[in-house]
């Protein structure tokens, strides 16, 4: 089997054997000063794929681990085989992982770090979704300091594949059902009926987990931007939000955003930023500078959360992880601002940021 090879910054105190998430999945085996890491399998739901991960394991079995690290989810294929094996299981969050596997690829000590990790999903310490997290973090622990609101994900995961789900969670918290009444080209296309059955998983919790999750937030806005309520297969809404956003060059100025404090974490609310985006399709506004100005607005995020932390713990290193950061124009948007403000930002240097950087980030966390 071909496998990467990544040196760590640190000596690993035992072999461990690291198995990844559910999707984008890659096992990844560390010792010494060393990871190596299998190849992507793209779906563990997958039978083919899930036969590789297998035989991957296997090959990695014979290096003896002593520990073995998994997600923290416990319906992910991968943690589940993970439970099989005959030795000690180190569960890893999610989030914290991918911090870490971008600290491993930049070959950062155990300073702590501004981490930022957005993506779709992943389970937090609390059971609940998380994908838009402000991590304060080293390979040792993580304090989740900063998050984005949470909206319930109406019939679960299947608001992942019907945008359109989020989007009307987001207007109903806004506008109660007011929203239906909007006179938006996605709006006409709601099923009343259809609604009336989301609304009541919205105020019973029915089958609605809650969701901080930047690749959500990502969807609820392409489907009110480009009237679209569906999409075949996850983040194609986002996509093709960005390659709109990009056909807009000139100058444009973030939507509002509030951001509040609760418990030690500040939450980021965008509702204001959906109050804005709806007046600016209502007065026909372009949708390439719309979308441009959700974007830049994911990005003044990032920077004004950034310099809350920097002044609170007088952390001035960030580092970027998670699927969310595939979007180039964010990414750049992102790094340009928070270069302005003099931060020191940590991208991926090997691996993707997306879930196939997991597992080193789960080996860097058991065997620190």
Same mark, same amino acid.
């Given at each position: 089997m071909k496998v990467n090879r990544i040196k760590l910054p640190f000596k690993i105190k035992k072999p461990v054997l690291a198995l990844g998430p559910q999707a984008k999945n890659s096992v990844c085996f560390a010792k010494g000063h060393f990871a190596y890491l299998s190849p992507v399998r793209p779906d563990l739901s997958n039978i083919k794929d899930f036969l590789k991960f297998q035989s991957a394991v296997r090959y990695f079995l014979k290096k003896s681990p002593e520990i073995i690290a998994c997600d923290l989810h416990p319906e992910y294929e991968s943690t589940k085989y993970a439970r099989q094996l005959s030795l000690p299981v180190y569960p890893i969050q999610h989030h914290h992982a991918h911090i870490a596997s971008c600290m491993v690829e930049n070959y950062l000590g155990n300073e702590k770090v501004i981490g930022v990790a957005f993506d779709g999903t992943g389970l937090g310490s609390d059971n609940n979704i998380w994908g838009a997290e402000f991590l304060i973090c080293n390979y040792k622990d993580f304090q989740r300091a900063a998050y984005l609101k949470e909206v319930p994900l109406l019939g679960g995961e299947s608001a992942i594949l019907e945008p359109a789900r989020v989007t009307q969670a987001w207007l109903y918290s806004i506008y109660k059902d007011k929203f239906l009444d909007l006179k938006l080209d996605w709006a006409k296309k709601i099923d009343k009926k259809?609604?009336?059955?989301?609304?009541?998983?919205?105020?019973?919790?029915?089958? =609605?987990?809650?969701?901080?999750?930047?690749?959500? /937030?990502? $969807?609820?806005?392409?489907?009110?931007? /480009?009237?679209? $309520?569906?999409? #075949?297969?996850?983040?194609?809404?986002? &996509?093709?939000?960005?390659?709109?956003?990009?056909?807009?060059?000139?100058?444009?100025?973030?939507?509002?955003?509030? &951001?509040?404090?609760? !418990?030690? =974490?500040? &939450?980021?609310?965008?509702?204001?930023?959906?109050?804005?985006?709806?007046?600016? /399709? !209502?007065?026909?506004?372009?949708?390439?500078? &719309?979308? #441009?100005?959700?974007?830049?607005?994911?990005?003044?995020?990032?920077?004004?959360?950034?310099?809350?932390?920097?002044?609170?713990?007088?952390?001035?290193?960030? %580092? /970027? =992880?998670?699927? %969310?950061?595939?979007?180039?124009?964010?990414?750049?948007?992102?790094? $340009?601002?928070?270069?302005?403000? $003099?931060?020191?930002?940590?991208?991926?240097k090997y691996l993707s940021c997306n879930d196939s950087c997991i597992c080193l980030g789960e080996a860097a966390l058991a065997g620190f």
């Open positions: 259809k609604w009336q059955v989301l609304k009541n998983m919205y105020l019973t919790g029915f089958n =609605s987990p809650l969701a901080s999750s930047m690749g959500r /937030l990502f $969807d609820a806005a392409a489907s009110v931007v /480009l009237a679209k $309520d569906k999409a #075949n297969f996850e983040a194609e809404l986002a &996509i093709e939000l960005e390659r709109t956003a990009r056909r807009y060059t000139l100058p444009a100025i973030a939507y509002k955003f509030v &951001i509040s404090r609760n !418990k030690g =974490s500040y &939450i980021i609310n965008p509702a204001p930023m959906f109050k804005e985006m709806v007046f600016d /399709l !209502k007065s026909k506004e372009a949708k390439e500078k &719309i979308a #441009n100005r959700f974007h830049l607005t994911v990005a003044q995020m990032i920077r004004k959360i950034s310099l809350i932390l920097r002044q609170e713990t007088h952390i001035n290193k960030v %580092v /970027l =992880s998670g699927g %969310v950061f595939q979007n180039n124009l964010l990414l750049c948007m992102a790094l $340009d601002l928070l270069y302005k403000e $003099d931060f020191k930002v940590y991208t991926h």
